[in-house]
């Protein structure tokens, strides 16, 4: 289910439901700096497998845990490429908020 989240802040997210809140395989995206997450959402945060492309194109690919990066994964800047395994990276609109969504989305 395709849903408008905020309209404010421009969040939308495409995917499952569960209790009115985005659970399991899914894609948000924050229309205002084009950045995105596409992977795993647990209880509406990211939470499991996913990649995150930030505004500036950075991106990363990896373990998710309460909305941070979490695990091993890997980290792609605009010129340079690291791998990190088990340290943290804070992405802010994945662990700030909880979206939750009232009305008819399963």
């Known amino acids: 289910v395709d849903m408008v989240l905020d309209e404010a802040e421009g969040v939308h997210y495409s995917g499952p439901w569960r209790n009115g809140i985005p659970h399991g395989r899914g894609k948000m995206v924050f229309v205002k700096d084009g950045s995105f997450y596409d992977g795993d959402f647990k209880h509406g ?25 979490h ?11 690291r791998s990190l395994s088990n340290k943290m990276c804070s992405f802010s609109n994945l662990s700030t908020k909880v979206y939750h969504f009232h009305g008819a989305a399963a």
């Not at 945060?45 to 990066?69: H, K, P, V």
């Not at 695990?71 to 490429?81: A, E, S, W």
């Open 45 to 69: 945060i990211a939470n499991g497998q996913g990649n995150r492309t930030m505004a500036g194109a950075d991106t990363y690919a990896g373990g998710f845990l309460s909305g941070e990066a």
């Open 71 to 81: 695990g091993k994964g890997t980290t792609i800047y605009q010129n340079v490429h």
